[in-house]
């Protein structure tokens, strides 16, 4: 089946599931409306790192560093393929459970029809 683009669920942020902390390499995560901190320190309390980083400040390093460093034409489609490439792993996986849980429903739908044949 296939989605339109405009239907699809995009992530919130220019860097949504890319970003990685430097003491654990767990996910950096937004911790308010505008800040980024590492997920395992703030939920899981096992990594020492509490540093923040502001959203606008986090995209203008990278994005100065992407533009200033790797702007050669091969870089830049190596970085292009490679993101495209993450960004499709990260859907697959989500269909995946989306997959997954319509079964579920499917089968407690017929469950549940049968239960109401025996009830009436």
Known sequence: ??????????????????????????????????????????????????????????EATVLNALQSQLLHPDLCQAFCEEYTKHLKKLSEHQSIGKDAAQTKLKKLAKFEARVKLLVV
């Open 1 to 58: 089946m296939h989605v339109p683009a405009h239907q699809k669920r995009r992530p919130k942020s220019l860097f949504s599931y890319l970003i990685k902390c430097g003491c654990c390499e767990g996910g950096f995560s937004k911790i308010s409306t505008k800040r980024f901190g590492c997920t395992n320190a703030r939920h899981k309390g096992n990594c020492d790192n509490r540093l923040t980083i502001a959203q606008d400040k986090l």
